[in-house]
């Protein structure tokens, strides 16, 4: 027996043995996520003993499996996990949205979103149950909240506008989003 039987049949028992393990953290849990990740690694652990069965064979059978295997793991993780996180708002989160709401049924106009002190947004948690916001996306989950709603040029009043006759320089300043 050479040195490379050996590491292939160390190589093959090791990646059974992470099966095993993953195979009992799907039965165990505790969450759907946890089990997600777990079937998640076990299409990783079968990919990687095609692959070493590929190394040590010299051939390149199993190539396309392995492609395959490797982009249903991912995007079933990714999917499932999209749709299963679900963000649990904080107290100061439904205190905001209760304070939205009362301004929006006495009808007070909603004043601007606040901008997220930490890149994770305002209540989200790096885990346990909450999503994660990003910087970039932080801001505008909040505007959607706040219920915020900018006024247009035709939604004010008429005195607000300028008007043509009274203003002389009006003729010659193009409107905003005139073309020319």
Same mark, same amino acid.
Request: include cysteine; proline fraction near 4%; charge should be negative.
């Given at each position: 027996m050479t040195l490379l039987d050996t590491?292939?049949?160390l190589t093959q028992f090791l990646l059974a043995l992470g099966? =095993?393990?993953a195979v009992y953290r799907v039965y165990k849990g505790p969450s759907v996520l946890d089990r997600v990740i777990s079937v998640d690694v076990i299409l990783i652990i079968v990919g990687s003993v095609m692959l070493v069965e590929m190394a040590y064979h010299g051939? @390149?059978?199993y190539i396309l499996f392995v492609l395959v295997t490797a982009v249903i793991g991912?995007? !079933?993780a990714v999917a499932i996990a999209r749709y299963v996180a679900v963000r649990q708002p904080d107290a100061q989160d439904r205190a905001r949205r209760a304070q939205v709401e009362a301004e929006t049924l006495a009808g007070a106009p909603a004043s601007e979103p606040e901008t997220p002190e930490s890149p994770l947004g305002a209540g989200a948690q790096p885990h346990g149950g909450t =999503?994660?916001?990003d910087e &970039? @996306? &932080?801001?505008f989950a909040a505007l959607a909240r706040s219920g915020f709603v900018p006024s247009r040029k035709r939604d004010r009043p008429a005195e607000v506008q300028p008007d043509k006759d009274s203003d002389p !320089?009006? +003729?010659e300043?193009? +409107?905003p989003g005139d073309p020319r």
């Open positions: 590491a292939y049949w099966v =095993l393990c051939s @390149t059978d991912f995007l !079933g =999503l994660i916001n &970039s @996306t &932080s801001w !320089g009006a +003729e300043r193009p +409107e």
